[in-house]
């Protein structure tokens, strides 16, 4: 059964940075692509930074955050990471961890980011 855990959320301040971890259970080159995503409260699940597993690609990334985040993964480790810098409260949400195996998505069960101003 796949699993995927996000780790590193927490409280900071604005202005501030953190690094969401997210393991996976299986090789990452099994899945398509791999991302982030984010849920604020009241408001629909969005793409924050997607990267591919073919390696060619560019990673995607939201508007919001270019120039912010960065995605990136360590294959050895089965893992991908984000780097989220100059943090704002609109930040905050829950972020997901997503891997796509068309045509199943298989998502992690979230860390919280509270970025505080």
């Known amino acids: 059964q796949v699993q995927l855990v996000e780790s590193g959320g927490g409280l900071v301040q604005a202005g501030g940075s953190l690094r969401l971890s997210c393991t996976v259970s299986?090789?990452?080159?099994?899945?398509?692509?791999m991302g982030w995503y984010r849920q604020a409260p009241g408001k629909q699940r969005e793409l924050v930074a997607r990267?591919?597993?073919?390696?060619?690609?560019?990673?995607n990334y939201a508007n919001s955050v270019k120039g912010r985040f960065t995605i990136s993964r360590d294959n050895a480790k089965n893992t991908i990471y984000l780097q989220m810098s100059s943090l704002e409260p609109e930040d905050t949400a829950v972020y997901y961890c997503?891997?796509?195996?068309?045509?199943?998505?298989?998502w992690g069960k979230g860390t919280l980011v509270t970025v505080s101003s």
């Open positions: 990267i591919f597993s073919g390696g060619g690609g560019v990673p």
């Open positions: 299986t090789s990452i080159f099994s899945f398509n692509a």
């Open positions: 997503n891997g796509r195996r068309p045509p199943i998505d298989y």
